[in-house]
């Protein structure tokens, strides 16, 4: 009898440490305004043992509209032109912008904005961050704003990569939805301070730029929004290391041990 209970003491206990363990993650900083080398219309960035490539791309492509929020007149999210095409991605000493296709490159329409030029010409701005593998996006920062500063953040969940052309010419932001995108968050009047993502979701593939009501369905507000994306960081997980436990924790067990022993040889 005492051997079993030993043995379901030491086997409880064992267990416990064998649970017992914390996650480890390599971290990396990103800083966009002043490295990176440049590619086809791209960045491409390392910081650690991950590699990150940066593209832009907006919402300009003129065709018939058919179904979505942009293609309802009396919608905020109207846009006459909804369909993704590439932008030219830009760097300043301030971070990335873009400049898509109906832009200039003067304030504020070089940075990633969704300023129109009258109401039903929107064009969205985001980039798109590609990783080696899967990463965890754990905060942004602007290094500069103009007017509104609310933010939009995507991550994909489907399979596979998305390769060079990731969006197809019939393909609007909510379109994305249904397409392998999952909505994040939306991260609102950042200014140029750093904005915490809540952490638990990994991807190769994220989308950020200016606040666009399809993602999420809130009504936001009616404010253009213009910024330039300076710094982001991630985070990749390593795995768990397990707990030893210490000397005085053994000693705990052998003296329930003992005292075990005791009662046996009492009775």
């Not at 440490?17 to 993650?25: F, K, L, M, P, V």
């Not at 791309?57 to 942009?70: D, I, M």
């Not at 005085?248 to 009492?266: D, E, V």
Request: glycine content about 10%.
């Amino acid at each position: 009898m005492v051997n079993k209970i030993l043995a379901g003491f030491f086997a409880l206990a064992v267990a416990g440490y064998a649970s017992a363990g914390t996650t480890t993650y390599e971290t990396q900083s990103w800083n966009l305004a002043s490295s990176g080398s440049w590619g086809s219309n791209s960045l491409s960035y390392t910081s650690g043992t991950i590699g990150m490539t940066v593209t832009a791309w907006s919402s300009t492509g003129y065709a018939s509209c058919g179904t979505g929020p942009e293609c309802n007149s009396s919608n905020v999210a109207y846009d006459q032109d909804p369909f993704i095409e590439s932008a030219d991605l830009q760097r300043y000493s301030s971070g990335l912008g873009a400049i898509n296709d109906d832009d200039s490159d003067y304030s504020p329409h070089h940075a990633l904005d969704n300023k129109g030029s009258s109401s039903g010409w929107l064009d969205y701005d985001m980039v798109l961050f590609e990783f080696d593998t899967a990463v965890e996006l754990t905060s942004i920062k602007a290094g500069w704003t103009k007017n509104d500063s609310d933010v939009s953040i995507l991550g994909y969940t489907g399979t596979g990569d998305l390769g060079s052309t990731p969006f197809s010419t019939s393909t609007k932001w909510s379109d994305l939805m249904s397409d392998g995108w999952g909505y994040q968050t939306d991260k609102f009047n950042i200014g140029t301070n750093t904005a915490t993502i809540s952490a638990g979701f990994e991807s190769k593939y994220w989308l950020v730029g200016v606040y666009n009501s399809v993602f999420s369905g809130n009504s936001g507000d009616n404010y253009y929004d213009a910024i330039k994306l300076k710094n982001i960081t991630t985070r990749k997980s390593e795995g768990q290391t397990q707990e030893v436990p210490e000397p005085a924790t053994f000693a705990l067990l052998l003296i329930g041990a003992a005292a075990i022993f005791r009662r046996k040889l009492s009775a």
